[in-house]
């Protein structure tokens, strides 16, 4: 349990420092033939800070829980 709960925490503290992910798609705009046109069409994904931390909050109950049974 201590493990995951590492992993956890790791993970809560990547999505509080990366609040956003960008990434691109290819979309066919005009098609004649066998030319094709093509568009890079960005898009984002945006969460909260608080999301981070609230996994962490978890992570670290995790690990808290397992000490205390030692």
């Given at each position: 349990?201590?493990?995951?709960?590492?992993?956890?925490?790791?993970?809560?503290?990547?999505?509080?420092i990366?609040?956003?992910?960008?990434?691109?798609?290819?979309?066919?705009?005009?098609?004649?033939?066998?030319?094709?046109?093509?568009?890079?069409?960005?898009h984002?994904?945006?969460?909260?800070?608080?999301?981070?931390?609230?996994?962490?909050?978890?992570?670290?109950?995790?690990?808290?829980?397992?000490?205390?049974?030692?």
């Amino acid at each position: 349990m201590k493990t995951i709960g590492m992993i956890i925490v790791l993970v809560g503290l990547g999505l509080t420092i990366f609040t956003a992910i960008s990434y691109f798609t290819q979309e066919t705009i005009l098609k004649i033939g066998t030319v094709e046109l093509m568009q890079s069409q960005p898009h984002s994904l945006n969460w909260s800070p608080f999301i981070g931390m609230a996994i962490m909050v978890v992570g670290a109950f995790l690990i808290l829980r397992t000490r205390k049974k030692q």
